[in-house]
């Protein structure tokens, strides 16, 4: 499984990338939305776990742009603060869960394999 990661935070996201692939995924991380299209556009993902919460950019219109890419590829959101509003929000645009930071990467792990079996 090919997982997208979207998140400004760095250590975050290769940590993330790192414990994924010791579990058997293939984790790419980026920074920003754009970075992300980018990767969309010329790159197989199976999910993308996007934070809510990027520098400068709002996560659920970076969603909106990949789902406008690709309109079946599953995102999960990625949060540190959560309200039930942008919670319904993000769901209501596209996203199939969220997870809230920390991250429990057996607990990530389970949504991914759901996610794609929704959509395969």
């Known amino acids: 499984m090919k997982v997208l990661i979207v998140d400004d935070e760095v250590d975050l996201s290769a ?7 010791i579990r058997g995924f293939d984790a790419v991380a980026v920074e920003t939305g754009a970075q992300a299209l980018d990767q969309i556009r010329n790159n197989i993902f199976n999910v993308v776990v996007l934070d809510i ?3 400068g950019e709002d996560g659920v219109d970076v969603m909106k742009q990949i789902k406008q890419v690709k309109k079946n590829l599953p995102v999960i ?7 039930k509003e942008a919670n319904e929000e993000g769901l209501k645009a596209g996203a199939i869960d969220y997870v809230i930071k920390p991250i429990d990467i057996e607990d990530l792990i389970v949504k991914l394999r759901e996610a794609v079996a929704l959509y395969s």
């Open 77 to 83: 959101l990625l949060t540190g603060h959560m309200s």
């Open 15 to 21: 940590t993330l990338v790192e414990r994924l692939e």
């Open 53 to 55: 919460k990027l520098k």
